[in-house]
T-cell receptor
Framework: DAGITQSPRHKVTETGTPVTLRCHQT?????MYWYRQDPGHGLRLIHY???????DKGEVSDGYSVSRSKTEDFLLTLESATSSQTSVYFC????????????????FGAGSRLTVL | QKEVEQDPGPLSVPEGAIVSLNCTYS??????FMWYRQYSRKGPELLMY????GNKEDGRFTAQVDKSSKYISLFIRDSQPSDSATYLC???????????FGKGTHLIIQP
């Protein structure tokens, strides 16, 4: 999907275990995002990054942390997974991001489907 | 009241019909309006975006924005079974705002 790779694509884990999802881009875009998508809620922003080591919280950040040590990689970590974090997680990238003008068009990865038992 | 409202459907129409998908919003600061299409088990992909009010056409697709009514539409002409997907509206204002998404409308085009 347009230079974005998410891994793993599918994961089943148990409550209380740590989980890390990885997003890798080859577009050299500055802005990277993590969303979760759930029935009845649509897409909700978890965290985003506007540069290496620069991150900020989104709408549903509790229970999640992120890191970005390289432009191309953005990691999402669930320190202790809970059943409420069962979801499909999408990484997205943007060239214009949160600049004052412009549409902030997002390009999404294929998603990572996480099941927490 | 949610900032962006979108009927989840499903909306089922016969092949060849004109489809109208809509979103309403409450934040008058929104200036940029987008439509994304999402096939089952895939990531959303951008279909169209418009700035401020007016119409924009791209092939069989027309996006329409009416800021006075806080209402946006996506029209699909000569609908095809391959148009069956979930359609998400998204919008943002200026400044450092991110995108606000609707929940998506599930569209089914019957052959």
């Amino acid at each position: 999907d347009a230079g974005i790779t998410q891994s793993p694509r599918h994961k089943v884990t148990e409550t209380g275990t740590p989980v890390t999802l990885r997003c890798h881009q080859t577009e050299n875009h500055r802005y990277m995002y993590w969303y979760r998508q759930d029935p009845g809620h649509g897409l909700r922003l978890i965290h985003y990054s506007y540069g290496v080591k620069d991150t900020d919280k989104g709408e549903v950040s509790d229970g999640y942390s992120v890191s970005r040590s390289k432009t191309e990689d953005f990691l999402l970590t669930l320190e202790s997974a809970t059943s409420s974090q069962t979801s499909v997680y999408f990484c997205a990238i943007s060239e214009s991001g949160h600049k004052p003008t412009g549409a902030n068009v997002l390009t999404f990865g294929a998603g990572s489907r996480l099941t927490v038992l | 009241q949610k900032e962006v409202e979108q009927d989840p459907g499903p909306l089922s129409v016969p092949e060849g019909a004109i489809v109208s998908l809509n979103c309403t919003y409450s934040n008058s600061a929104f200036q940029y309006f987008m439509w994304y299409r999402q096939y089952s088990r895939k990531g959303p992909e951008l279909l169209m975006y418009t700035y401020s009010s007016g119409n924009k056409e791209d092939g069989r697709f027309t996006a329409q924005v009416d800021k006075s009514s806080k209402y946006i539409s996506l029209f699909i002409r000569d609908s095809q079974p391959s148009d069956s997907a979930t359609y998400l509206c998204a919008m943002r204002g200026g400044g450092a705002d991110g995108l606000t998404f609707g929940k998506g409308t599930h569209l089914i085009i019957q052959p």
